[in-house]
């Protein structure tokens, strides 16, 4: 298994362009997520989702959009791109919550973005 | 709410000696607590979960931690420092409970840990 893969590695954006931050997990996980770490601090959670078609809004979801089609995918949008924006981006997934059941999450390796 | 505070920003140790990294946690019901470890330019991974079923819990590469709830704690430990364990460690906290039904996970701002020859 792949895990969760994620595109590109990096990106240099010039303010007010757009581009779509692709992640793909091959282990048929109900939930996914995306975070964005800044430096020295934890990650925060953008946007999740726990199953296709069904997204919501986590702590920092200004200027972002999500879409789960499938169960594999779960791509993060960023329309007009802002310096504020530059950050490492993670995606994430894991198995359904279940009472009690301590679910870790498995984490792909990361966008560089840099909004310029 | 939850919460999970590191107590220390960096911690440097040189190589062999033991490894402390201290981590408390604020959380209402019984947490599911996790350490992740990033190396440079890496993704997280998962080094070791607390399940309740014991409060010491071993992890890969040697690392364990141990929870105590009276103390909100679970710090992590290594006997031994190596020179690859050079990386930034989160300890994380969940309440699946009371998160709305999603996994959510509350990360604390990270140690980097240094290793000297």
């Known amino acids: 298994n792949a895990g969760v893969t994620q595109t590109p590695k990096f990106r240099i954006l010039k303010i007010g362009q757009s581009m779509t931050l692709q992640c793909t997990q091959d282990?048929?996980?109900?939930?996914m997520y995306w975070y964005r770490q800044d430096p020295g601090m934890g990650l925060k959670l953008i946007y999740y989702?726990?199953?296709?078609?069904?997204?919501d809004k986590g702590e920092v979801p200004n200027g972002y959009n999500v879409s789960r089609s499938t169960t594999e995918d779960f791509p993060l949008r960023l329309e007009l791109a802002a310096p504020s924006q530059t950050s490492v981006y993670f995606c994430?997934?894991?198995?359904?919550?279940?009472?009690?059941?301590?679910?870790?999450?498995?984490f792909g390796p990361g966008t560089r973005l840099t909004v310029l | 709410a939850q919460s999970v505070t590191q107590l220390d920003s960096h911690v440097s140790v040189s190589e062999g000696t033991p490894v402390l990294l201290r981590c408390n946690y604020s959380s209402s019901y019984s947490p599911s607590l996790f350490w992740y470890v990033q190396h440079p330019n890496k993704g997280l991974q998962l080094l070791l979960k607390?399940?309740?079923?014991?409060?010491l819990v071993k992890g890969i590469n040697g690392f364990e931690a141990e929870f105590k709830k009276s103390e909100t704690s679970f710090h992590l430990t290594k006997p031994s420092a190596h020179m690859s364990d050079a990386a930034e460690y989160f300890c994380v906290v969940s309440d699946p409970l009371l998160s709305g039904g999603y996994n959510k996970l509350i990360f604390g701002a990270g140690t980097r840990l240094a290793v000297h020859p």
């Open positions: 282990m048929n996980h109900n939930y």
């Open positions: 989702s726990v199953g296709a078609g069904i997204t």
């Open positions: 994430a997934s894991s198995q359904r919550v279940r009472e009690g059941f301590k679910n870790e999450q498995f």
């Open positions: 607390y399940t309740s079923a014991a409060t």
